[in-house]
DNA sequence: GCCAACGTTGGC
DNA sequence: GCCAACGTTGGC
């Protein structure tokens, strides 16, 4: 199994929304990198540290699992999307999701300070100066210790 | 294929 | 709101 770290901006999608929701289409990934990561690398099962960006604190808020298989982000095709892409087509899609499940949600945000000053945390993708990507690999190991940092029993 | 210009991300 | 870092675009 891989683990993943996938951000979001909680104005825009939170874990409370995921919580509410239960399942959700992960919408709008414009990144080849990122991309790659959810139609080539994630499989159903797969668990992944819901990353608050641009937000007070950012960190990392909770846990969620993918489910199914990947699929054409359907948001591509639709013009008045914010995520239209026009040289995209439905014969050849050029960007895919997975679905994510709610799993948990930490009582408290574990905030990137916190994960900046952690011996093991700081080595993640998500604490380097200009890392951008929006979904990250993650060790089993560095998410074990997230889980515990959160209050949740490794799964 | 190079690279300057531009756009976006995201911490602060 | 600023700006560093980085990805993408497009002229040549």
């Known amino acids: 199994m891989n683990h993943w770290l996938i951000k979001s901006e909680p104005d825009v999608f939170s ?3 995921l919580e509410r929701v239960g399942r959700e289409p992960w919408t709008g990934v414009r990144n080849y990198q990122a ?7 994630m499989k159903p099962g797969d668990l992944a540290l819901f990353y608050h960006s641009n937000a007070k604190p950012s960190g990392i808020a909770g ?3 993918v489910v199914g298989n990947p699929y054409p982000d359907f948001t591509q095709f639709d013009p008045k999307s914010e995520y239209f892409d026009p040289k995209s087509t439905r014969e050849n ?3 895919w999701l997975v679905d994510f499940e709610f799993v948990a949600r ?3 945000i574990i905030p990137l300070d916190t994960l900046k000053q952690d011996p093991e945390l700081c080595e993640m993708m998500v604490c380097q100066r200009g890392t951008r990507l929006s979904i990250n690999p993650v060790s089993a190991t560095h998410f074990k210790r997230a889980c515990k940092l ?3 029993k490794a799964l």
């Open 106 to 108: 930490f009582n408290e």
């Open 93 to 95: 899609p050029r960007w």
């Open 150 to 152: 959160g209050g949740f």
């Open 35 to 41: 991309r790659n990561f959810m139609w080539r690398d």
């Open 15 to 17: 874990i409370a929304d």
């Open 63 to 65: 846990i969620a699992k």
